[in-house]
């Protein structure tokens, strides 16, 4: 059974730092790329950031660059998203993903909240 469990979200004041984790199981996690969306109340979903298979490429939505970091362990089947200087803006449900030809999977999303 595949499953991309998504955990770390939560209220965070504007400036502060949040690390987003999603553990994966039921499928080879070291061939899928691992990506993070969000989607904010009233707004498309948007790619975050995603990361190759071993982890020698990564690629960040303008919002995000220098700001977010995505990683991965392929021998823990994890992912995560490590997110600084969050603003108000940043609110959003997200979810992880890992997708490869002709497949993907998705997490239940974890709501990140930036508010003073």
């Known amino acids: 059974q595949v499953q991309l469990v998504e955990s770390g979200g939560g209220l965070v004041q504007p400036g502060g730092s949040l690390r987003l984790s999603c553990a994966a199981s039921?499928?080879?996690?070291?061939?899928?790329?691992m990506k993070w969306y969000r989607q904010a109340p009233g707004k498309e979903r948007e790619l975050v950031a995603r990361?190759?298979?071993?982890?020698?490429?990564?690629n960040y939505a303008d919002s995000v660059k220098g700001r977010f970091t995505i990683s991965r362990d392929n021998a823990r089947k994890m992912a995560y998203l490590q997110m600084n200087s969050l603003k108000p803006e940043d609110t959003a449900v997200y979810y992880c993903?890992?997708?490869?030809?002709?497949?993907?999977?998705w997490g239940q999303g974890t709501q990140v909240t930036v508010s003073s």
């Open positions: 990361i190759s298979e071993t982890t020698r490429y990564t």
């Open positions: 039921g499928f080879t996690f070291s061939n899928y790329v």
């Open positions: 993903s890992g997708e490869n030809f002709g497949a993907a999977y």
